[in-house]
């Protein structure tokens, strides 16, 4: 299911309403860097068509290229090789506060397990 997207920031910056500082583009993604990182590396990736998140994506092949675009987000970035944490977290109790699918590429520092 999809929402409206006219106050989707992530459908506004697919559309250049909103800046932001794109990394790498795919005819079906963007990846831009997080306004708020938390790591050296923090890039999100996430569809051009709005998807409210993980649980609401219906395409199999949407998602496989998203996890491809993060890989090739990681080798860009430099961190493939020591190590980088993709992360998409779903609804509310995960932490997800923008509704518009995406993925987090964590690198350039160690991480910790569990995640908090
Ligand atoms: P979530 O909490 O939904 O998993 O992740 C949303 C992420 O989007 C957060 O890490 C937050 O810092 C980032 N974010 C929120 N608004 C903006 C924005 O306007 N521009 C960019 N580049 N990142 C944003
Ligand atoms: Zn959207």
Known sequence: MTTGT????????????????????????????????QAPVHVLVFPTEHVDSLGEAADPGLLGSLLVTAREVAAREQVDRRGYRVVINTNAEAGQTVPHLHLHVLGGRRMTWPPG
């Open 6 to 37: 006219s106050s989707c920031i992530f459908c506004r910056i697919v559309r250049g309403e909103m800046r932001a500082e794109v990394v790498y583009r795919t005819p079906t993604a963007v990846a831009i860097r997080d306004v708020n990182p």
